[in-house]
């Protein structure tokens, strides 16, 4: 097929990251996208004196959403902070921000939490059975039940936005998390227009070589969070041209229009 030179489509023996695009790729359909984070969401540095003093700085134009704003030419919004759970994020972080304005609603989300939430304050991760699908204010107090009602609240906003759940990747002891990443599966087929950004499953495994070349102390570089954003959209990129038809109109996403005779 002619455009098979131009493009990978429905190629069944294709693996995620195996084509790390440059650009943005097809990641670039999307115009606004919201990125919902903790520090590594941020663009965190972690500074270190000669005194032995830790200092932590979120310095966003190095975050890798900000990064993915450039290559795509998009805009892309910082909805993050160091040390966020969603947990916080439901509880007043967002609306101190004002981040559920009417400003601020995107076509598409990346969502990256959870290792504040379940690897640092222990949080019980919870399951699908804690989602009040009718009204988020009645989700349970576990990870799954914060994590979804951001999820609900922002269809709210926008019912047709893309939703990419990111899990955590591999380090040289395994998965940090495998109930994270069972959770983020579950999610994405519990809530309609969401997909899974698999990490744990297809990101290369964060270990000693790793953090050489990518970390500064306890946290990414500039490179680690380039090559994150690399990551990010190339898998956004893989999903879209394994689904044209379910991308075909972002196009019309925050607006009245539609077509009814292909699939939204």
């Given at each position: ?34 990125c ?18 830790v ?70 991760v ?43 990747p ?27 950004i698999?990490?744990?499953r ?63």
């Amino acid at each position: 097929m002619e455009l098979e030179k131009y493009f990978r489509f429905d190629d069944a023996d294709e693996k995620p990251l195996e084509r790390l695009v440059t650009d943005g790729g097809l990641c670039g359909i999307f115009r606004t996208i919201g990125c919902v984070g903790d520090s590594l969401s941020s663009g965190e540095f972690e500074s270190l004196d000669e005194d032995g003093n830790v200092g932590y700085h979120d310095l966003f134009e190095y975050s890798w959403g900000q990064y993915i704003a450039r290559d795509c030419g998009c805009r892309v919004f910082n909805f993050s902070r160091g040390g966020m759970t969603a947990k916080e994020y439901m509880e007043g972080f967002a609306e101190a921000n004002g981040f559920w304005e009417d400003d601020k609603v995107c076509q598409a989300y990346i969502i990256a939490l959870g290792v504040n939430d379940i690897l640092g304050q222990k949080q019980p991760v919870g399951g699908v059975g804690d989602i009040d699908l009718a009204d988020w204010r009645n989700n349970a107090d576990t990870f799954a039940g914060y994590y979804a009602a951001i999820v609900q609240r922002l269809k709210e906003k926008q019912p047709k936005a893309r939703f990419f759940f990111v899990t955590m990747p591999r380090d040289e002891n395994g998965s940090p998390s495998p109930e994270h990443t069972a959770l983020l599966h579950e999610l994405a087929e519990l809530f309609e227009y969401s997909y899974v950004i698999d990490l744990d499953r297809y990101a290369p495994i964060y270990d000693g070589d790793f953090r050489r070349r990518f970390y500064l102390g306890g946290h990414l570089s500039a490179a680690g969070y380039l090559f994150t954003a690399r990551m990010i959209e190339s898998y956004i990129d893989f999903i879209i041209r394994h689904d044209m038809d379910g991308f075909r109109q972002i196009g019309f996403v925050g607006t009245e229009w539609y077509n009814v005779g292909h699939k939204w």
